[in-house]
């Protein structure tokens, strides 16, 4: 569903800045709000479900899948401090949660690991959430 | 003295004529209006303003359309997910996070861009009088219910009293006294609605985009979590999982396509915007931004009818 990610974009050299046009390209290169970047996760967490053969690892990635959304859905469209300590971990943490993920799917990092990173960003998540 | 008597009978002529007062209120008239017409917009000035408010009404149709479909998508997959047997749908809230409010207060916004875009385009095209001052309290109007908007009673009067000024006579400095009275007056609001338009769009931002995509995936989700365990000779749930795959990938897919034009025609409108502004007030005749934003909003038209399998307008 998602496009494939690029390589982190070396700084460029001094070059024009863009024109307006390009800026409308998904914003690889800036860092996403809470809620896109949660649902970045949720999207690395399906595509681990679609390689994993292992019906109770399923379950499980299921569950966290299902725990985010929701958490999703509390987030999105709420007026929230972005400058907050809180936020700012959050996002970290779900930024590392999909890394986790993807290492995941390409097989070189455990499934179970990739959970658990899951289900640490969900509780940072929760933390925001909760103060919505 | 040879002069003066040769000048003389002509004076004389003129100050006998029947003529004379009605010639002298001529002259005053055609100097008066050469003066009111050097006020008023130029030939290009006019050109300029009726090619903004066609772009900008087309890119506020377009856009309302938008967000009525992809709520309409939301409650179609929404719908799907109870049909799979999701425990998280639910049967009350099919709209999800693109609620029935949240879209109003867009269509609201979007509507007076609109009405702002159709009263551009009367003040500088031929209509009655009524029709005119109706453009001008329906934009007036719909700008007041606009989340956001910094319209202000002040403003409002001064855009009701230039649309009034210029009635049936289209005198063209009136004309373009209220021109750029209603620009000057809504530009703020303007502004506020195109970044508002352009938010919701904003892949990286928690709006109306945002709402879409978690519903998409979590669509997707559950149909990637089912499909392992639905029986293989259960032809009718298997069919149910691959379409819901299916549906969320090409929506999400339509949505990033139609969000990267609207945010480029968003940003295009808020800058002939300031162009229209500048141009109005200024000698100089800028109208790049202007051909711009209508040769983007005209190729968005036709891309959006493709996406959303329409005849472009």
């Excluded at chain 1, 569950?63 to 907050?84: G, P, Q, Y």
């Excluded at chain 2, 709209?95 to 409010?101: A, C, F, I, Q, R």
């Excluded at chain 2, 149910?240 to 480029?264: F, Y």
Aim: aromatic letters at 4%; proline letters at 3%; one cysteine or more.
């Amino acid at each position: 569903m998602r496009k494939p990610r690029r390589a982190k974009p070396r700084k460029p050299k001094a070059l024009p800045a863009p024109p307006r046009v390009e800026a409308a390209s998904r914003g690889e290169g800036e860092r996403k709000s809470l809620g896109q970047q949660l649902l970045d996760t949720i999207e690395d967490i399906i595509e681990l479900m679609e390689h994993t053969q292992d019906l109770d690892r399923l379950k499980e990635l299921n569950a966290k899948r299902v725990a985010l959304s929701s958490e999703a859905r509390r987030l999105i469209d709420a007026s929230l401090d972005t400058s907050t300590a809180a936020y700012r971990e959050a996002v970290v943490g779900l930024e590392v949660a999909s890394a986790s993920l993807r290492e995941a799917i390409r097989g070189l990092e455990s499934v179970k690991n990739a959970i658990l990173m899951a289900a640490k960003a969900a509780a940072l998540v929760a933390k925001v959430g909760a103060a919505a | 003295m040879h002069l003066v008597q040769r000048i003389s009978p002509r004076q004389d002529e003129v100050r006998h004529s029947p003529w004379s007062a009605c010639g002298g209120a001529r002259a005053v008239l055609v100097v008066l209006a050469m003066l009111l017409e050097a006020c008023g917009l130029t030939v290009q000035q006019q050109a300029a303003v009726g090619q903004f408010a066609t772009a900008t009404r087309e890119l506020a149709t377009t856009a309302q359309e938008e967000f009525r479909q992809s709520r309409q998508d939301v409650i179609e997959m929404n719908r799907l997910r109870l049909e799979l047997g999701d425990p998280t749908a639910d049967v009350s809230h099919l709209d999800g996070l693109l609620t029935l409010e949240r879209s109003r207060e867009r269509i609201v916004a979007l509507r007076a861009l609109e009405g702002y875009a159709d009263l551009l385009g009367k003040l500088v095209g031929t209509v009655s009088e009524a029709e005119l001052l109706e453009a001008g309290n329906t934009f007036v109007g719909s700008l007041k219910q606009v989340k956001g908007a910094t319209l202000s009673d002040q403003e409002a009067e001064g855009i009701g009293r230039a649309v009034a000024a210029v009635g049936g006579l289209y005198v063209e400095h009136k004309r373009a006294d209220a021109v750029r009275q209603v620009v000057e007056s809504s530009h703020a609001s303007v502004v506020a609605v195109t970044d508002t338009v352009k938010r919701d769009f904003d892949p990286n931002s928690d709006f109306w985009n945002a709402g879409y995509r978690q519903t998409a995936l979590a669509l997707k989700g559950h149909a990637v979590a089912i499909g392992p365990v639905v029986p293989g000779n259960d032809l009718a749930s298997q069919q149910g999982v691959q379409r819901a795959k299916t549906l969320a990938t090409e929506n999400v897919a339509r949505s990033e396509a139609v969000s990267a034009q609207v945010i480029v025609l968003t940003g295009a409108l808020a800058d002939a915007q300031e162009n229209l502004r500048l141009m109005l007030t200024a000698s100089d005749l800028n109208v790049q931004q202007i051909e711009y934003l209508s040769s983007r909003v005209r190729e968005f038209q036709t891309i959006y009818g493709l996406l959303r399998s329409q005849a472009p307008r």
